[in-house]
Structure formats: C-alpha cells, structure tokens
C-alpha cells in the first residue's frame, strides 16, 4: 500500500473512530433521561364532599417543564393537581361527591415528554361516611397555632392564616383524623377518643412542597391540661386512612 492509500485509510479510521465515540454519547446522553413517579399513598378512604390528598413523588433528570401531565379516571370525578418544582412534587386532589358512594376511584397519571412516558396509579374508596365535629376539631388546632405562632414565626402559622379542612378520618375509629391546607403547609390534626388522661391530640406540619412532615407536637390529655403542646419526632410519612 502506497502512503496515498495509507493516509486515506488512517482518514477513514480516523472518521470511524469519531463517529462511533459520538454514538456512545448520544447513547449515554439518552440512556441519562430518567423518571419514575410514585404515588403516597396508594390506596385512601374518603367521603362525599370531601377531599381525597395524594402525594406524587417524582425523580426525574429532567426539567419538569419538559414534560405534560395528564389525570384520568375510571369515572366522572372534578381532580386536580398542585405542582411544586422545588422538590419536583404533585399534590394530586381528588374530590368526590354523593354519586361515588360504594366506588372505587382509580386515578391514573401519566407524565409524559415525547417517547418517554410513565404512568403510576392510586385509589380513592370513598364511603358513605359523616363527621359533625369540626368546631372541635379547629378549637384543638388552634392551639397548636397560637404554639407555633409563639415559637416558630418563621413558620408564617399564625391566627390569620387561611386554612381549608378537609376530613380525614373516613372509615377509622378510636382515633380522629382532620386535615386542614394553607397555601404552604399541611396539618394533621388526630385525637384519642377516650376519657383522660388518654384523651391525646398530636399535629404534624408538612410543607407542601416536601414529601415528609418536619414538626409535630402534642397534648398529653386535652381534657386534663389543652394548653401544654410537647413537641415530638415528626412521623416519617404523611397519614391517610386506608
């Protein structure tokens, strides 16, 4: 071989040698793309007129912007979502009415973003269930916010924050349940339904935009003493019926 034949077959290698590392990175490049969601929980109860609350957890290597969301259901029910870039979290609502009575709701969700599609599914079983307390119930959470309020202003909890409730106890006894939605946070509010001293109330507080409550607190017996608030560990998950 001459060392004309020589250069261009070195060329031609050369050439080969480029376009085949090229090739690995855009395949590293589309192999990176990742996205799982994951609905917490799974399964819930809830009741006409109420509200059912699910956390989406999303891990993605992705902008969200990238990608379309869509809610779809087995039946004609109003949902909507939330979206917090930040952690990224959905906060998916659910909200059923007295036809969906004895029903099963699956929500479907799907993200998409060109041929990269996933989906995860959750389950709304709302029963024919009633609670009348709420005076109660808001007169426990208002001491745990005179509490934060008191000790934590850089929560912005305070007596003119807006709270939506939202019951959260359907199909549980023995221990009450209630929700109540800011523009920022979650409360959980539950309470013993015995005689003192085991008549206890516990909140939990969990920012909205993240997956796990950060404070909780409790009296010890809301009969005995309601204006003591202990604080203790925040549980590890957010509380559901089920």
């Not at 590392?21 to 855009?26: E, N, T």
């Not at 809830?46 to 379309?68: A, C, H, K, N």
């Not at 809301?222 to 509380?239: A, G, K, M, Q, R």
């Amino acid at each position: 071989m001459n060392f004309s034949n020589r250069l261009l077959a070195g060329i031609a290698l050369l050439i080969i040698v480029i376009a085949s590392s090229f090739a690995v990175v855009l395949y590293l490049n589309s192999s990176s793309d990742k996205l799982d969601i994951t609905f917490i929980p799974e399964h819930m109860n809830s009741s006409p007129g109420e509200t059912g609350w699910f956390l989406v957890e999303i891990d993605t290597t992705r902008q969200m912007t990238d990608y379309d969301i869509a809610i779809q259901t087995n039946a004609s029910i109003e949902t909507d979502y939330t979206y917090w870039p930040q952690t990224p979290l959905l906060e998916v609502f659910v909200y059923p009415n007295s036809s969906h009575v004895d029903s099963c709701i699956e929500i479907d969700l799907t993200l998409s973003s060109g041929a990269l599609v996933v989906q995860d599914y959750a389950f709304l079983h709302v029963l024919n269930w009633t609670f009348e307390g709420l005076s109660e119930v808001i007169e426990k959470r208002d001491v745990f916010i005179g509490h934060l309020a008191d000790s934590y202003p850089e929560f912005g909890i305070n007596g003119t924050t807006l709270w939506t409730p939202i019951y959260n106890g359907a199909g549980i006894l023995v221990v009450g349940h209630y929700l109540f939605k800011s523009s920022q946070w979650e409360m959980e509010i539950a309470w013993h339904v015995m005689i003192p001293p085991y008549d206890w109330v516990q909140v939990y507080l969990r920012p909205r935009a993240e997956v796990q409550p950060s404070w909780a607190g409790m009296i010890e017996s809301w009969s005995t003493d309601n204006e003591t608030v202990v604080e203790i560990d925040p549980p590890l998950e957010i509380y559901r019926p089920m």
